[in-house]
């Protein structure tokens, strides 16, 4: 199965084994039997957040595929939910929480493991706790929020294969109105820092359509994988060097762990690599200066040498590295 027909930015080879999986009784089954025998296993969702090499995966890949809200007091989503009908849901049902990140692509399994965020928001905010299976002890387990060790981008889950999310529970506000909105760009479209839960919605896939970040098949800005760089963290020192080596004001946000945020965009832009910059059949958004893009039949080596390409000269420029945000299989920068 060509891997990149899973993929928003349609690249990766064959997996020499996919399966997918529509219950979580086979989710568990399908990895166990292949942990018992040695298999290496790789777990997609949505294909959102993954670049899969050239030569493809070596083992077997299981798609979850699984559905399923329950609700209560507490929302429990089954992981191959798309995330973007989870959130247009909790938006007609008047629960508020998740508004800001509409239009994002990708499966609610996912979200926990990078705390998927955006405009203010982010998934560890309400996640009330994650149904994994552990492959170590092979048991169903649930992991607070705390477990999870959230922070920017980031969580327990992305450090190890060790944990498959099944399900995750939401802890969501029942009122019509958003949750205070803290991104100023969001806050000027919509009048306030809160508005109705379907005006925010309607104004932040406005924005993201116009930044290339809703998918369009008629859009090559969208064949991408989102941000392909993480907003870099420092501490005030690192920060000043920075600004000193910059020779300017460079932009910078607070983060949650007390340290400063710095846009990667910005940092790449004036590191000379303008939107559009394009390398053959890969190319920097014309919109976005985070999103890489396949632009038409590119393969994942060209993709990973532009973004090797942007990465030293943002270093040789700024002395900083750029992480990657998406998950490479196969391959590294």
């Known amino acids: 199965m060509e891997l ?3 993929t928003t930015l349609e690249l990766g080879g064959a997996a020499r084994r996919f399966v997918s999986a529509t219950r979580e009784s086979d989710l568990v089954a399908i990895i166990s039997d ?13 294909g959102s957040n993954v670049v899969f090499a050239d030569a493809g995966f070596d083992g077997t890949v299981v798609h979850v595929a699984t559905r399923g809200i329950v609700t209560g007091d507490e929302l429990e989503i089954a992981a191959g939910e798309p995330w973007d009908d989870f959130v247009a849901w909790s938006v007609r049902s008047g629960l508020a929480g998740v508004e800001c990140l509409s239009g994002i692509p990708g499966l609610v399994g ?7 965020g955006a405009y203010g928001q982010e998934v560890k905010d309400t996640i009330a706790s994650v149904r994994v299976w552990d492959r170590e002890t092979s048991q169903i387990v649930s992991l607070s929020n705390e477990a999870c060790r959230f922070s920017y981008r980031h969580s327990m889950l992305k450090e190890s294969p060790r944990w498959v999310v099944l399900r995750v529970r939401f802890a ?8 205070r909105i803290r991104y100023a760009e969001l806050a000027r479209a919509v009048g306030g820092e809160t508005a109705p839960l379907a005006r925010v919605r309607e104004a932040v896939i406005a924005l993201r359509k116009g930044k290339g ?8 800005d969208t064949r991408s994988a989102g941000s ?8 005030e020192a ?5 600004a000193a080596r910059a020779g300017e004001s460079v932009p910078r946000f607070p983060s949650d762990d007390g340290r400063v945020k710095v846009p990667a965009a910005w940092l790449i832009e004036h590191a000379g690599f303008a939107k559009g910059t394009a390398r053959g059949r890969v190319a920097i958004s014309s919109k976005h200066a985070l999103a890489l893009t396949n632009r038409g039949g590119a393969t994942a080596g060209e993709l990973l040498a532009l973004a090797r390409e942007i990465q030293g000269g943002v270093f040789a420029r700024f002395g900083v590295t750029l992480v990657p945000e998406p998950v490479l299989v196969g391959s590294a920068l």
């Open 4 to 6: 990149s027909r899973y």
């Open 34 to 46: 292949c942990d018992a025998r040695g298999e290496p296993v790789f777990v997609l969702g949505g």
């Open 110 to 116: 996912a979200t926990p493991i990078q705390n998927v």
């Open 172 to 179: 969501l506000a029942k009122s019509v109105q958003s949750t």
């Open 213 to 220: 970040m809703v998918l369009d098949p008629n859009d090559a």
């Open 228 to 235: 392909f760089f993480v907003n870099p963290t420092m501490d």
């Open 238 to 242: 690192a920060y000043a060097a920075l």
